[in-house]
């Protein structure tokens, strides 16, 4: 229970992270001409989506649906795209970096809930993987575009490697603080260099479709 | 429980709103070139899609898998668009109508399930929001489309004002059976204003998409 | 527990029916030029997708959750995609047999599990349906598509038929065992009549769309 107790750290960590996933719903509605509600609503699939169908997988009932401060959070999002949007494209770097510190903890958090849960190891991965990405998939699948992330840099995957990362360190009996620490900062290594480097992974093309 | 004991009027309502949400879902396939069988599941999904979702998040089976209405219901609604549609057509008044009285009737069944279910007021007019307008929203994904309610005029901001009134009204300690009624049509009401007068949130541009 | 007894036969059709799903979401995520880890994702979620619903709906928590086999098989379609794709073309018809065994497979599964659950014999036919056929629809939406199985050859109504068929024989007492091997004949024979004969259902088109 390492995530209760120092809950100040993760708390501002999480507001970040959710804030910069709702910033990137709510922008990428706007390129759609998405109304005020629609983008609102983008924005909350974004930052809660992974975590919702991790939950409902796991046999719980989504997190969101007891605490209301990611709807609030998602309100302030909202907020500061229509308003100070120009003011937040200069610091598109602080974004970036909030988003991957997002990535990194919902990596961790839905991992380690996934293990409480009773789940075996390989299933904890996918589920942190889960937590970090898929409401970016559902962000896209709702404005009607293909997935960003089966096709540009690294990002899923970092959440795979942060994931294995941490069973790793776990099974070698790593405190789990400091576990904590550094698979979350593996995750936001592999995809800081992805980024910098502009990694993607290999594509596939049509010798590999279907004739 | 209020809603099971005038049976009667509930049951009529729901099977119009049910009704008028297949034979949306039916005529949108429709114009996709969907065969019978396509036609009849994006019916099926969006007189049923949004409470199934709310059901899942509630932790509860689909509400439709011990009731087999809806599955007839969504059949008719099919079988009508087939043979009758120009006979419809002249009648889209009447569905708009069934339409709104269903959103309505969903919002509030919606939200008293999950105030039942013990969940917090807000998560409540979520749900409820939910029921009404989500099963809209899968059947856009499923015909490939950005989802109307996104973009159009007032419709799920309908159910989350209507869940408000619910919410108040219940808080001064209004009696159910009336607090249903007022609530409901405080959601025909805005839905009705918004369509007669063709009132759209505004949209977000450009200068809030990414850069 | 007729399908526990002789496992290792219906091993088999589960292995070559998940591996046909797998192959088929890689290669369509190859003609739109996803990267590796898309085109697995879309793989893994057209093998497991339906399976993944039926078993949320029924309140359960995912059947792969517990058995890495699929999450493996699903790498080995992956690595067979992208390094024989030239000789897995030669063998397309092989392919197409165990796609269809799969479809069979996966929809009296999915039946036999509805009706342990305690639901309906028509929701276990809806469920048996989506056992097989929703994984597709998922893929499709992925990739942003229009839902192949809402326009092509016969499919989805190959499962409602084969699931007819066991709840008939099943109400006239027939020996589970033997309703199995029935029943999945009766899917198989429905798709390969389909597809040979090209038998489509028929479609819905512009006057039955709204005006």
Redesign the interface.
């Known amino acids: 229970m390492n995530l209760l107790m120092n809950i100040t750290v993760l708390d501002v960590l999480e507001f970040l992270g959710t804030y910069a996933f709702a910033v ?1 719903g ?14 609102y ?2 924005g909350m699939v974004t930052a809660v989506g992974g975590g ?1 169908m991790r939950d ?7 997190f969101w ?2 605490n ?1 401060i990611y ?1 609030v959070e998602s309100f302030v999002a909202f907020l500061t ?2 308003s100070f ?2 003011v937040l ?1 200069k610091h598109n770097e602080s974004l970036f970096l909030f988003d991957t510190l997002g990535l990194a903890l919902f990596t961790i958090v839905g991992l380690e809930k996934t293990l409480q849960a009773g ?2 190891w ?2 904890a991965i ?1 589920m942190g993987t889960f937590t970090g990405a898929a409401g970016g ?1 559902f962000r896209d ?7 960003l ?3 540009k840099e ?1 990002y ?2 970092a959440c795979v490697i942060g994931g294995n990362v941490f069973i790793l360190l776990n099974f070698f009996g790593l405190e789990t603080s400091i576990n904590e620490i550094i698979s979350g900062i593996s995750v936001l290594l592999v995809r800081y260099l992805a980024v910098a480097h502009h990694i ?12």
């Open positions: 990137s709510i922008r990428l509605a706007a390129g759609k001409n998405f109304d005020y509600f629609g983008a609503v983008i919702t409902m997988m796991l046999g719980m009932s989504p649906m007891t209301p709807l795209v229509l949007n120009k494209v789940f075996p390989w299933t996918i998939v699948v709702l404005i009607n575009e293909v997935p992330i089966f096709r690294i899923a995957l993607s992974l290999p594509k596939l093309g049509k010798e590999q479709a279907e004739e």
